[in-house]
């Protein structure tokens, strides 16, 4: 792990990221990196507590997504783990003016936005999956109706994770005809 992290670091450094971790790993002769590391004190969460307020807010933001999508509380345990990644996801999006530069905290970070903000969709907004294969019967159905619940990471922007209330799974896909509604009507 500490090679792989030492590669990815050295990548962000010569991007110009800062990023303050693997303390002796990186000042070996390999790696030679030049970070200076800063410690907090264990079990004091008033040292850091801009990170908590962070956790606390995204777990808010991805309650509020269930809400407004009108999930139906049974299902709240099945997609809290999707609508907190989505929250994190878009959070990334929030402006912030940085040494007279205003930009999202991507493009702050890695020099540009995701992929996948060339496609935004909501929380919540219900497609029509394609599950039909080269051999499914003519008259069978060809797709069944799913709620997106995210972007796929490693994928094109315009693939998504899409909840199947039937099998209660998340499939990637790209094969998705919109319905232009929540899934969940009130």
């Known amino acids: 792990m500490a090679e792989a992290m030492c590669k990815l670091f050295k990548a962000w450094r010569d991007k110009g990221i800062i990023m303050k971790l693997f303390e002796q790993r990186e000042r070996s002769k390999d790696w030679q990196l030049g970070i200076q590391m800063e410690y907090t004190p264990r079990d004091m969460p008033q040292h850091n507590h801009l990170a908590e307020l962070v956790f606390v807010a995204i777990g808010n933001k991805g309650r509020v997504m269930l809400v407004q999508a009108n999930v139906p509380l049974k299902y709240h345990f099945h997609l809290y783990r999707e609508a907190f990644k989505m929250a994190t996801d878009l959070d990334g999006l929030v402006m912030e003016t940085m040494n007279g530069k205003r930009a999202t905290w991507y ?27 080269g051999t499914s019967v003519k008259l069978a159905n060809r797709g069944v109706q799913c709620m997106m619940v995210g972007y796929a990471e490693n994928h094109d922007g315009d693939v998504y ?20 509604q929540m899934m969940f009507q009130k």
């Open 161 to 180: 994770w899409m909840w199947n209330p039937l099998t209660e799974h998340v499939p990637v896909t790209w094969d998705i005809i919109w319905l232009k």
């Open 107 to 133: 493009q702050h970070m890695f020099g540009s936005n995701p992929w996948w903000t060339k496609h935004l969709k909501l929380f919540g907004e219900a497609g029509m999956v394609k599950t039909s294969t």
